[in-house]
């Protein structure tokens, strides 16, 4: 076993004496509540993953490989018949993606695990060496990891020299035919509007969001696009919701809402969020309890009014009668994209304009 911490020995060094070594085993790397693991197999990652942090479903469906409820289908059969199978084999047993379209959700995923976890100045990691299970992700599948790692760390640098502020907003300024623009320069000019944020726009790219603010900041240098003096009006949204999947789903659509999504764990926990900001609407997932929930939240201070979507598959649950159960919208699961979108952009307009 390797073990030890970023701030002693780099993420590169580790990567060096795992990968050249051609380890084959798990490196997981944790700090404040962040745990990554990446499954190593002869210098090559078979997996990666990051909790909190992207998942496979984000990652295809900002590809335009899947929808929002084709993921959700998918999560709901994991569950049903076997809670550790990979999404990404499920959606090409269903014949929704093929070998290559996941190959290169993967390769997309492993890359931007690295690129987080190369942003970590310390915390804890340690590779055991341990037998791979090759039937999760076919062989042709796996990453060379050293590659990823260069191609990641030349990126990062360029990237912090250049990105801005999440909320930053721009408009066009310059003639883009007159400079010669990096890759991915032009689907980023063709979402700016001169309203919406740097953080909403990149939630409609199919790109990692740190290469959206740093496509943004070179466009701004080069006199192509010009920020403006606006601060935008991002209400904070309360998303509870206990599966990783689906809260990085829920947190794009937020995003594409024009929200800032804040995660919450419990009804509690809203209540320390809303001594701090103000949230504007919460989302519910409901995993069994989440009617519970939503009457938890509404007894809180601050909620009783609150606007509130639960998303559920039953119009109500056991043991709540009528009566009792909380005043909420709600979403039938797997929810619709659209529906939640516009679910979010009625109430978070109503909420500007009262404010």
Known sequence: MIAGRLRNVPLTEVFQVVMTGRKVGTLEVTREGQVAVLNCDGGRIRYASL???????????????????????ILASQVREHAGAPLGLAAVRLGLVSQEELAAALRRQVAEVVSEL??????????????????????????????VLFEVASRLQDEDAARVAPATVFERAGDPTAVT?????????????????????????????RQVYALLGRLEAVGVLRRLAMVPEEPVVLVLCPSHALQRLLALLVQRGGGVPRLIA???????????????????DDDGDGWQNAAALRAEPGFAHLPMVLLTNTRGSVGWRFWRRPKVDVLARPFDELALLEWLERWLAAGAARS
Do not use: C, N
Request: aromatic share 4%.
């Open 266 to 284: 419990s009804p509690r926990e809203a209540r320390d969020v809303a001594t701090r900001v103000r949230p504007r609407a919460v989302i519910v």
């Open 118 to 147: 190369l942003t970590w100045r310390d915390g804890a990691f340690r590779f055991t060496e341990v037998a791979v299970d090759s039937t999760y992700v076919p062989d042709e599948h796996a990453v060379d990891a050293m590659a």
């Open 181 to 209: 623009l990096p890759d991915g320069a032009w689907e980023v000019l063709e979402e700016v509007d001169g309203r919406r944020s740097a953080r909403s726009l990149a939630a409609e790219l199919d790109m990692p969001t």
């Open 51 to 73: 909790r909190p942090g992207v998942h496979l479903g984000e990652v295809m469906v900002r590809m335009d490989l899947l929808s929002t409820s084709e993921v959700q289908a």
